[in-house]
């Protein structure tokens, strides 16, 4: 088979002839050395995959893709598992012509593998298996060159030469993917790597990426020159060229192979009604209820007059309401089978991890990467606004066990369906599901980010007054999107768009979505962003099946926004600069009134005095990120809970966003610098494996445990009272034995959300005497063997109703644990909320928990992992560490009046003091 593309692989080169070989091209890299690229013989260059489960195995299509000479060529190509003994072995005869120079010849193989010869590849996030990868080899050798001794030729133990294969029986050692399979050689992954050495023949090493990975080793130039006839063509699209004028090329040159990895799992997109979803995701277990604020879906969908589906021709199907003779009108679950586990889903969104892509390095992946995997995420996807991450993204995905959800680059515009249109869309998504075929952590494809959504944009009046138009142009695009997905894979899993009511029609031969009020949590996914609703409520949050984006705001860490203006001038509550580090407009009125809602706040933002004006725009930047967390903490501990509601069943949650891309006010939960914002210890938490839940319902305080382990388990549960009266000197004299209210055991089904206590408020405070909602606070606990234990903190009042006393508040001892991590013990006279820890210059790092609220019967020790490497006691110095909490952040003599809603529109200045 020859693909013919206008961006295939030798077009990346400008081609040069001489008259010793065929085709030569030169490269110029970004270090401007010139790199060569010969193929004098037909070369094995890349390959994809397309994998299809079976009910005792699966079935592998590889598709090797060559690199041709004019002359052609013939040879045998030997494609491997060599862990479980897997060969395929074809002989291959490629026609000679002109057109080879610009072309890309691909010869597919198929090799069977039974499921109990292999590990299957799980994610991360609970216990449900290892990340297990196997390599797969490709070496072609021409007919007639001098092969490696250990590159195989002949027929083996499970080879076949009639592009099948299969693996025979044999018993893999178990283990990790680390240990398992050592990753492919990978190029720096912000560009093109080449080797190129001369001194004895030719030795030739070419990476880009997955598009291209393969190496070439050939004799002395001089030598290869030749008279052999070319072979019959073979390859049905050079059938009937002629052969070249030149004279054909031959050679003793050696193979030239390529490696890639493989994960054997499944996933499946589980849209069904909603009882016959909840008997396949409770079981016997009985989910939990609660009175939710009605929506009039009906109503509004009626007002909207945008209910219907249409497919590609123009046809419109209508669903009206709930009925349920109405294909598609019945309320849908939206979750993932992994593997045939239903896997809750719990991540976040990433961006390009720089603004210069030559600058996304390795470790630059790794680093950002491994902040979600400590943060126990299994689930990242790949914004459609941005761009297609490297090699080293997906390569670190699939050894650590992150899904992705993987956004097609088309985002928040609309795009035409002329011919040409089309056909740079079929080409830019065969070359990225080509490329990305190999990685077992992609685990669906999305057509893009927010056009369907787009359609409801109140300033989209173009595109609502003409749908039919807007909505065909979509259609026809979404689904060359995905012909070309399912063209390389056809058990790929697609999705329209993100935020979607998802497909009523998904067949080989027809596609059509449901069109609909885009915040309808009957079906599909949703985003949510409310930036006046009262984000600590958690009525305020959709009941959603599927959350692709949600997000709430802060500014980088002081010294990461220090370190990128100058704060004496810049910084300012309303100050243009400040203001200018957030793309959003009416910000900070909206800030102010979210804070308002939950923190002191003080009356003048921007005194006269220079340096107390600069104290409190500290405090409106701590204050901001314990918002942020706070926000994100009441989203994610509901969502997490709904996985068993049987109204909601929310089996996925991602928020906006990971990373970050400038030292400006955003979503992200890492800012620009890597250090952790507050919120993400907050999401570290929320997605636990094992996760307890303190909720205040009303008039009632309900304890949660959710657990993302496959098996049930036996928790025990503690219940904390902490007064503000409690002090550590009474802590001998019976306070700690009072703050325990509480202990039981409690069996936690796998892969549920147990309401395992609710009680009244009332009845909790009097199990402790003098305590009220607004001088005690609750901490819950849950322990599992084998697993971190896990602790919820709730204060009953809002922050801004409680007066705090000086806790006293300090850093007590620090200790090197080991060359890369300190232990920091802090303490405190009286309770404290919201403590923070944190590193000072030159130090750099995260800890294992942080933003909690200390107990002062308990000293409370974390552990700081440095990011720079090994640290020695002299680093340790007496100011290498701070602790602040709240107390340190409310402290005016004036406080502002409780907030009112801000008007949209509204400046962003505050007391006048930066006049526009």
Known sequence: ??????????QLFAELHFAAVSSVSIRMSRSTTPHVHLWLLPCCAGAYLAQEATDNG???????????PTAGGEGTLTVAIPEIKAVNIQDIEFGCGPENDGDIFEVSSEIFVAKDQIQLWWPAGGNYGPHKLYNVTFDFAPTGAECSPDTPTSDSTGASKDGKGLAPDSNPAAGNSAAAAASPASADSSGVDVDLDLSNGLNLGVNLGDLVDFNLNLPIIGSILGGLVPATPSNPGNLGIPKPNNPAITSTSQCSSLQKRIGFRTVELVQEPLPQAIKSLFGNNTGFNFSQDTVDIDGILSAEGWQWAMDDKGDWTMFPGLDPNVKGAVPESYYFRINGIPIYLKGANVIPMTVIPSNTTTEVINTMLTAALEANQNLLRVWGGGLYHPQAFYDFCDEHGILIWQDAMFGGSHYPRDPEMLQNI???????????????????????????????????????????????????????VRKAIKKVNPSSIFVSSSPTKGALVDTPEDYQIRWGWISDTRYGSVHHYEYLADCEDFRSYPAAKFVTEFGWQSYPLPETYAAAMIPETDWGVGNPMNEFRNRRTDVTPQFLYQYGLHFKLPKEWNPEDPKERMSRFKDYLWIGHMQHMRCYETALNYWRRLR??????TMGVMYWQLNDIWAGASWSSVDISGRWKPVHYAVKRSYAPIAVQAVRDYGKVDIFIVSDLVNPVNATVKLQLVSLNDTAASCSEGTAAAQNIMEFTATVPGLFASRVLSKNIDDLLALRSGCSVSTCYI???????????????????????????????????????????????VATDVPAALVLVSETDP????????????????????????KKGQLSDADLVPSAFVVESLYDHSRWEEFAEAPTIPAIGVANKVNDVYPS
């Open 1 to 10: 088979m020859k693909q013919s593309t206008a961006a295939a692989i030798p």
């Open 58 to 68: 699966f079935k592998l299509k590889i598709t090797s893709q060559f690199l041709v």
């Open 426 to 480: 079929w080409e830019e998504i065969t070359q990225q599901a080509e490329r990305l075929s190999w990685h077992p952590s992609v685990a669906l494809w999305c057509g893009n980010n927010e056009l369907e959504l787009s359609y409801e944009w109140p300033n989209n009046t173009m595109v609502r007054s003409n749908r039919n138009m807007f909505v065909t142009d979509y259609m026809k695009n979404i689904q060359t």
């Open 644 to 649: 068993s509601n049987p109204q909601s069943i």
């Open 779 to 825: 901490t819950a606990t849950a322990t599992v063997p084998e697993v971190a234990v896990s602790e919820s903190q709730l204060w009953l009042a809002p922050f801004r109703d409680i007066s705090f006393p000086n806790p006293n508040l300090r850093i007590e001892g620090v200790k090197l644990a080991s060359p890369e991590t300190v232990n920091v013990t």
């Open 843 to 866: 130090l750099l790092g995260h800890f294992d928990d942080n933003a909690f609220s200390v107990n002062p019967c308990e000293r409370r020790t974390i552990t700081f992992m440095s």
